[in-house]
T-cell receptor, first 112, second 113 residues
Framework: AQSVSQHNHHVILSEAASLELGCNYS??????LFWYVQYPGQHLQLLLK??????LVKGIKGFEAEFIKSKFSFNLRKPSVQWSDTAEYFC??????????FGTGTRLKVLA | EAGVTQFPSHSVIEKGQTVTLRCDPI?????LYWYRRVMGKEIKFLLH????????ESGMPNNRFLAERTGGTYSTLKVQPAELEDSGVYFC???????????FGPGTRLTVT
């Protein structure tokens, strides 16, 4: 069965700290992986995506993620977070059947 | 271009009552999806429309949930009668035919008391 696990449910960081949010998936076929973000009061927005090619993917707002096939992981990183990065982050898998499989989300709070 | 809109943004109803949620997809998007997030859990797929046809309703929890998409434009999701465990945030998303990227609405927060 397809699944996505996000191990960090709540993360609190100070501004300028580095961020890494974990995401592991379970799926035996070709995967398409995404990170979505939901800022307070706003829609879910796509941060970045991986379909194929370079396993290091760069997204908007300075975020990047690395696809490591051997570890079934797609961790999200940012070298230096800002207060405005406070949001909930969702890792998702798309297996080609039109539906996304989401993780449980990680709430990030950045202290100014 | 207007995004996906959902109405209402919040709804508080009593157990046993009926609630209807509405989603207006991005104009021209044939695919429309409903997802639900119960507190603390993952966002889960409910169903998928292509135009007015249900393609996949494997995620619908039970027959108290009825989704429609008349004319292939907006969609409604009715819960009748509502139970406490139906509380959560209901997201709608849409995408163009043949494309993977889904655009999400802001969600409707449903609270059943």
């Amino acid at each position: 069965a397809q699944s996505v696990s996000q191990h960090n449910h709540h993360v609190i960081l100070s501004e300028a700290a580095s961020l890494e949010l974990g995401c592991n998936y379970s799926y035996g076929g070709t995967v398409n992986l995404f990170w979505y973000v939901q800022y307070p009061g706003q829609h879910l927005q796509l941060l970045l995506k991986y379909f194929s090619g370079d396993p290091l993917v760069k997204g908007i707002k300075g975020f990047e993620a690395e696809f490591i096939k051997s570890k079934f992981s797609f961790n999200l990183r940012k070298p230096s977070v800002q207060w405005s990065d406070t949001a909930e982050y969702f890792c998702a898998l798309y297996s080609g059947t039109y539906k996304y499989i989401f993780g449980t989300g990680t709430r990030l709070k950045v202290l100014a | 271009e207007a995004g996906v809109t959902q109405f209402p943004s919040h709804s508080v109803i009593e157990k046993g009552q009926t609630v209807t949620l509405r989603c207006d997809p991005i104009s021209g998007h044939d695919n429309l999806y409903w997802y639900r997030r119960v507190m603390g859990k993952e966002i889960k797929f409910l169903l998928h429309f292509v135009k007015e046809s249900k393609q996949d309703e494997s995620g619908m929890p039970n027959n108290r949930f009825l989704a429609e998409r008349t004319g292939g434009t907006y969609s409604t999701l009715k819960v009748q009668p509502a139970e406490l465990e139906d509380s959560g945030v209901y997201f709608c998303a849409s995408s163009q035919q043949g494309l993977w990227e889904q655009y999400f609405g802001p969600g409707t927060r449903l609270t059943v008391t």
